[in-house]
């Protein structure tokens, strides 16, 4: 079901030719959709300093990477994941399922229906931005292919293809593919999307060509790229950062300032963009969507489970 | 052997202190390029990032400086100086940088250096290049006397790995550069000891140059 969760901004808001050369204009919609029926949803819309949710500009979003698929530096993505070939695109969806098979890209847009998310984007290195994403709900998708009752847990891979994607070919000390995984109740959240765009272009392929995950309240190392498998499972999924080092990247991942990366503080973030002189700003917890997602994790250790 | 003794004299018209020059203008070409984007969205990260590698490529043009002498015949003796200067001149910005633009916060930043190891090992790197840059002066070698001088001074051996070391552990995976830079100074240092054993062992064979007076 589409449309569970609300932005701060209509789609409207955000018409790529004029947003990136205007930025201003977000912001006005941002602070104009703030008293539009959001009452009771505080966080929301609102950053750290309490100034209306700007979005980084279409330049620094796709600029500054982390996709290890195609080289470790912030610069490598942009420059080389244009040698990515994202037509045709399946996505295979297996395990646990009503319906597997391997879908058809378009097939699965045609199913689905696109809107616009505004989202903090929180990696585990400590920096940030705000990225207006365009994608449906990953609840929509799992609901369409059916998922069984014993299920749960979601896996996910990136493709694995070491002729058009660099750093695999080097291995990098990372076992390819790119894993990644939710419990079943995170991957139904209506804030988890699967993002097919951004400023309302097709997603470009430094950022997860042409279809990706979102999970805002999670550091960005969770949000999977260019994905080509989904798999429902009853058991919890190996996760690469995971598997790299255990005790610096947990299977949850969730945002939480209160708990520190081992080689750095999460306690306050650098926004990209800001330049040589901008201060750090606190962290928030779930990455600012705690109302929306504290109650999945009521209960648990979260110093334990990080 | 014609070419190295033609370099050697072309050499000696450059003043050394053409290497701090460029190193000032270099650092400030580095904050400008911050300011103005040329360094990319996220700016702090990228200097940082510049200056601590700037600083180890300095470094390792320092320790290299004797092993050409004396397996090249290749006289850079009288830049060695300006070469460590400039290092420290990096380091000390790049750590300035990380105190000030990047963290900013005193109680964060002795947490850091308390409880993040590859901040242990960097700090600890630049607290052992403090009493050599004290020191770099002819004055302080004299008052010091050379043997002495050369003790101390071998402690860039320390810090030129503590950095490399440091540079390694900033990744989140085994990235190459940085194992390049480690692997330049171990063997720049393996060289060195190298020399050290065949000396212990008496066959003093390499004693066509007296290099004896600096800590090679």
């Known amino acids: 079901m589409a449309y569970r969760w609300k932005n701060d901004l209509s789609p409207g808001d955000v018409t790529p030719e004029t947003v990136w050369v205007n930025r201003r204009r977000i912001m006005a919609g941002a602070v104009a959709g703030a008293g539009l029926g959001l009452a009771g949803l505080p966080g929301r819309g609102v950053a750290a300093t309490g100034d209306a949710l700007e979005p980084n500009s279409y330049e620094d979003i796709t600029s500054y990477n982390n996709f290890y698929e195609f080289g470790t530096d912030k610069g490598d993505p942009v420059k080389y994941a244009g040698a990515l070939t994202t037509e045709p695109w399946s996505v295979e969806i297996d395990g646990m399922v009503e319906r597997p098979g391997r879908y058809d890209f378009a097939d699965i847009m045609a199913q689905m229906t696109v809107e616009e998310r505004i989202y903090r984007l929180r990696c585990v290195e400590a920096w940030s931005m705000v990225v207006p994403w365009q994608g449906f709900e990953l609840a929509d998708l799992l609901n369409w292919v059916g998922v069984r009752p014993e299920a749960k847990y979601v896996a996910f891979e990136t493709l694995y293809r070491p002729e058009e994607m660099r750093a695999q070919r080097r291995g990098g000390g990372i076992d390819w593919p790119y894993r990644e995984g939710l419990r079943l109740d995170e991957a139904m959240h209506p804030l988890t999307i699967m993002a097919t765009g951004l400023y309302g272009k097709p997603m470009p392929n430094q950022n997860g060509a042409p279809i990706r995950l979102v999970v805002p309240w999670k550091y960005g190392f969770k949000s999977i790229k260019s994905v080509v498998k989904i798999t429902l499972t009853d058991s919890e999924p190996e996760t690469t950062w995971n598997m790299l080092q255990p005790s610096e990247y947990g299977f949850y991942a969730n945002v939480n300032p209160n708990v520190d990366h081992p080689r750095w503080s999460q306690a306050r973030e650098r926004v990209v963009g800001g330049g040589l002189f901008a201060s750090k700003q606190p962290t928030l917890m779930f990455n600012g969507y705690e109302d929306d997602v504290a109650a999945l994790y009521e209960g648990m250790d979260l110093e334990r489970f990080y | ?216």
């Open chain 2, 1 to 216: 052997m014609r070419a190295v003794a033609a370099f050697n004299r072309a050499v000696r018209l450059v003043p050394p202190h053409i290497i701090y020059a460029a190193g000032f203008l270099h650092i400030a070409w580095l904050f400008w390029q911050g300011q103005t984007g040329g360094l990319g969205p996220e700016p702090i990260n990228a200097l940082e990032r510049a200056l601590g590698e700037t600083g180890l490529k300095f470094i390792i043009a320092g320790l290299a400086v004797t092993p050409l002498l004396r397996l090249a015949r290749v006289n850079l003796m009288r830049f060695r100086r300006a070469l460590g200067l400039t290092a420290f001149l990096y380091i000390s910005v790049h750590l300035l940088v990380w105190l000030v633009l990047d963290i900013g916060l005193w109680s964060e930043i002795w947490a850091d250096i308390v409880k993040r190891p590859y901040i242990t090992v960097g700090m600890a790197g630049f607290i052992l290049l403090v009493p050599l840059a004290v020191t770099s002066t002819d004055g302080a070698m004299r008052r010091m006397g050379v043997a002495a001088w050369r003790r101390l001074h071998r402690l860039v051996y320390l810090a030129a790995v503590l950095g490399a070391v440091h540079f390694v552990m900033i990744g989140k995976t085994w990235a190459l550069e940085p194992l390049v830079y480690l692997g330049a100074i171990l063997t720049l240092l393996a060289l060195r000891a190298g020399r050290l054993v065949s000396r212990g062992r008496g066959n003093a064979g390499d004693s066509r140059i007296r290099t004896d007076s600096f800590p090679g």
